[in-house]
């Protein structure tokens, strides 16, 4: 490998940005570290991770279906306010891959833990659900899929945020649509929820 510049790629350690609001109220843990679902958008995660460009932080927020470990919505900017992390969850939503009564999952952030995203989860009739403090445990999924990312885009700054922005876009199209997860018995997110059947209602 060194005769001919080859070199591993290892994964970053990750930097967190979780910052607790104090004064707000925390909401229960409905996932329970149980990092399954039954069936396609009712038990979802979320988390925030940082892009380095020569131009300055690229804020990433993702929400990924437990069922299908597939990334259903995301959000890119130059902050990580609490409207970062809402439009990740209404983008799955609008994408109609959030079903009503859903759980979302995510740490104890200012920025999940404030009223905006609260009400964002109230109007999409999403029920809130997070770990404890300092646990990485706790949303052991949200944050796994950031180091895989990380670690397979390969890049450690980029030269401009939008070319952040796109190969960050590019690797969820990859992600989602290509790539086998092992979680998934080597299936990708794509189609293992494209080939979900709900089960047929019995008459009693």
């Known amino acids: 490998m060194r005769q001919r510049g080859i070199v ?8 967190s940005l979780t910052k ?13 570290r149980d990092f399954t679902a039954p069936a396609p958008g009712q038990r ?8 380095p460009t020569q131009e300055g932080w690229l804020y990433l927020a993702t929400t990924l ?16 306010r609490a409207e970062l992390v809402a439009d990740a969850v209404d983008l799955a939503h609008r994408r109609g891959l959030v079903e009503p009564g859903a759980v979302f999952h995510s740490d104890r952030g200012s920025q999940y833990t404030s009223a905006e995203f609260r009400a964002t989860l109230n109007r999409l009739r999403i ?4 770990g404890r403090v300092g646990s990485c ?43 086998l997860h092992s979680t998934l018995q080597h299936r990708i997110p794509y189609e293992t929820r494209a080939c979900y059947r709900q089960p047929n209602a019995h008459a009693a």
């Open 137 to 179: 445990y706790d949303n052991a999924v949200a944050e796994s899929f950031f180091a895989t990312m990380k670690a397979e885009i390969g890049t450690r700054v980029w030269a401009t945020r939008e070319q952040a922005r796109r190969d960050v876009f590019a690797y969820l199209t990859y992600y989602n649509h290509d790539r």
């Open 8 to 15: 591993g790629l290892t994964r970053r350690r990750r930097r």
């Open 20 to 32: 607790q609001d104090t004064a707000a109220a925390p909401a229960p843990d409905l996932i329970g």
């Open 127 to 130: 029920r809130p659900s997070m």
């Open 44 to 51: 979802l995660v979320g988390d925030i991770t940082y892009l």
């Open 65 to 80: 279906d437990l069922f299908n470990r597939e990334v259903v919505g995301h959000a890119m900017a130059e902050h990580m």
